[in-house]
């Protein structure tokens, strides 16, 4: 059971001097409420009427937009909006970018919780974030699933444990996979996180799969 899904846009450099662009339109209108606002509809949409054909294009469209028109309202306590400091010897901060207004309260961060109301998703946040200079450029969507019962029941004597997440980075490096939990080797009962995942590079494009077998033919 999916208990939180967490979609990010997240680019490791700022504005290089293009900030009077940007700050016409923020990180919202730039990012979140297109590019995020798109891969939620996708991962949230009922299955659509046709996938193939001439009429799949109206079909997924229509169940995109079924599953926007179900998003709720949203509460402005559950947001977060910032902008970015500048770093010795990195870029400089927002506000220093000559080509950005004086005083300018322009977010080049914002994460917003958004809730869809239908059953399949009734109670799961959907946590969207997007923001430019951070530490690292991804983008992906994180479905982190419910605790195992014996993590609720507490019978790991304390020991940590993560969530285990399906994962759909969309780039860089495009790759799907999953994160469990298992017992590490050995006579321990201690918990080791490990990845179970498709590498589209190292798959399609990059000779012998990760086990050996040769990529599939063109």
């Known amino acids: 059971v999916c208990v939180c899904v967490c979609a990010s846009s997240q680019e490791d450099f700022g504005t290089q001097g293009r900030g009077g662009y940007f700050d016409n339109y923020g990180i919202i209108r730039d ?7 798109q891969v939620l509809a996708l991962v949230a949409m009922e299955e659509p009427l046709d996938i193939l054909g001439a009429n799949a294009g109206d ?9 926007l028109r179900q998003v709720r309202p949203i509460d402005l306590t559950e947001v977060v909006l910032g902008q970015y400091a ?23 961060f914002a994460t917003v919780v958004l809730y869809v109301d239908n059953p399949r ?15 690292e450029r991804k983008a992906e969507v994180r479905f982190q699933l419910r605790d195992p019962p014996a993590v609720r029941a507490g019978a790991l004597d304390g020991q940590p444990c993560p969530k285990n997440e399906l994962v759909f980075r969309l780039q860089p490096n ?27 590079k190292t798959r399609f494009f990059s000779g012998p799969g990760p086990r050996g077998e040769p990529p599939p033919p063109d």
């Open 31 to 37: 990012i979140l409420q297109n590019h995020l606002m």
């Open 59 to 67: 079909a997924i469209r229509d169940a995109k937009v079924a599953v």
């Open 86 to 108: 500048g770093l010795p010897g990195g870029e400089a901060a927002y506000l220093e970018d000559p080509t950005v207004p004086e005083g300018s309260t322009t977010p080049t």
């Open 121 to 135: 998703w009734l109670g799961v946040p959907f946590i969207m974030r997007a923001g430019k200079a951070l530490d």
């Open 174 to 200: 495009e790759a799907v996979y999953f994160k469990s939990n298992i017992k590490a080797p050995g006579l321990s009962s201690e918990l080791q996180q490990v990845e179970l995942d498709l590498d589209y």
